[in-house]
């Protein structure tokens, strides 16, 4: 995943002490708002609670068991294509267990705050033909130019097929009077060759493409990037990885860097990129009686080099929770139940392993007994 993840050095795997346990009269069951609880759970979702079509057993017991308790979580992906209430609804159907829309944090979903900055600014924005709209505004974007729209209008900008009739035609300024604010680009991009092009060269004019706009100096202008979906690869039902939306952002920078030294950078948002873990930590924090109330997040996650690194790198409140169930697997570390290089805090069997040794630690009543963490 060269080029999308920050370094991190290797931490050693710490046991964490047990909260004081507390009687259980004193937990107010059920509850998702006001939580009395000190800590809250943030959980990746492929390779966790199922893959592909493959449903865990652990899945909805886990969910159902943090329900009835009333433990706060949220769901952190890096998947997209849709919104978070569309997400929540395919959540509830699959779990059996009502998931609502702020509990479901899509790789893009972060970007809601970009939107509140940028106000009436034109946003570009890259990604599924269908979707990339409806995707942007559902963030807050409310100026919004999708790379079909604009390569409808200019066709030569991407000159190897010509642009369908189909393409609703948006009232979009000449490319001399355009200019655009911000980059986004949403996952999954659908149409690489164009998409690509037609980034880039908006990416190399600093939001301009008028004739020549490339070759000049912007190099003082602010012109922010941001990418969500960084998975160069994520688990399904074949036996290897395959790519996900990583790749497209990995093509992106490179042709940015192999093609101009003065292209602004890319910022990323999704795991393990900071920005998504502070974005979480801000959803479980409103479902707490208070701001301070909470003090542990435990992120339980399958992929070493997204959920875990992350989630060491998010602050002091964050603790890292590795299951065996998706992307990180013993047996392809020599029968080692840890990451070598991106060790997790404590390693589980799955996710109801994972949360009923988080619920021991913390001292809850009835909590089951399970395989030691390390």
Not at 62 to 77: I, K, Q, W
Not at 245 to 256: E, K, N, T
Not at 319 to 348: C, E, K, W
Request: glycine share 8%; charged share 20%.
């Amino acid at each position: 995943m060269a080029g999308l993840m920050p370094q991190m050095p290797r931490r050693l795997v710490r046991a964490f002490p047990a909260a004081p346990a507390r009687a259980a009269s004193t937990w107010r069951l059920g509850r998702t708002k006001g939580s009395p609880y000190p800590f809250a759970f943030a959980f990746d979702i492929d390779g966790v609670f199922y893959k592909g079509s493959e449903d865990f057993p652990a899945a909805i017991p886990a969910v159902t068991r943090l329900r009835e308790l009333g433990v706060p979580f949220v769901f952190v992906t890096n998947g997209g294509g849709h919104t978070e209430y569309e997400r929540a609804v395919k959540l509830t159907n699959r779990l059996g267990v009502q998931i609502s829309e702020d509990e479901v944090q899509l790789t893009h979903t972060p970007l809601r705050h970009v939107a509140e900055d940028l106000g009436d600014g034109r946003l570009f924005a890259v990604g599924p033909t269908e979707t990339v709209r409806p995707l942007a505004e559902s963030c807050g974007f409310r100026n919004v130019v999708t790379s079909e729209e604009l390569w409808k209008q200019h066709p030569m900008l991407w000159p190897d097929m010509r642009p369908c009739d189909s393409i609703e035609h948006v009232d979009i300024p000449e490319l001399h009077d355009l200019k655009f604010d911000a980059m986004a680009v949403f996952y999954p991009a659908d149409n690489w060759y164009r998409d690509l092009q037609i980034a880039v060269d908006v990416a190399k004019g600093r939001g301009r493409i008028a004739e020549g706009a490339h070759l000049e100096d912007h190099s003082d202008v602010d012109f922010p990037i941001f990418a969500a979906g960084p998975d160069l690869e994520y688990a399904a039902e074949w036996h290897a990885p395959r790519f996900g939306s990583g790749a497209f952002i990995s093509c992106f920078q490179h042709l940015l860097a192999e093609t101009s030294s003065t292209a602004p950078a890319v910022q990323v948002c999704g795991k393990p990129h900071g920005m998504t873990y502070a974005y979480a930590e801000d959803l479980l924090m409103h479902k707490m009686q208070d701001a301070e109330s909470l003090q542990r997040i435990y992120m339980v996650g399958d992929n070493p080099e997204t959920d875990i690194m992350g989630a060491n790198l998010a602050g002091d409140k964050w603790r890292s929770v590795l299951v065996h169930t998706g992307m990180f697997q013993p047996a392809s570390h020599g029968g080692a139940d840890n990451h070598h290089i991106y060790p997790a805090d404590y390693v589980a069997k799955d996710v109801l392993d994972a949360v009923e040794q988080v619920l021991s630690l913390e001292g809850v009543a009835g909590s089951h007994e399970g395989v030691a963490y390390h």
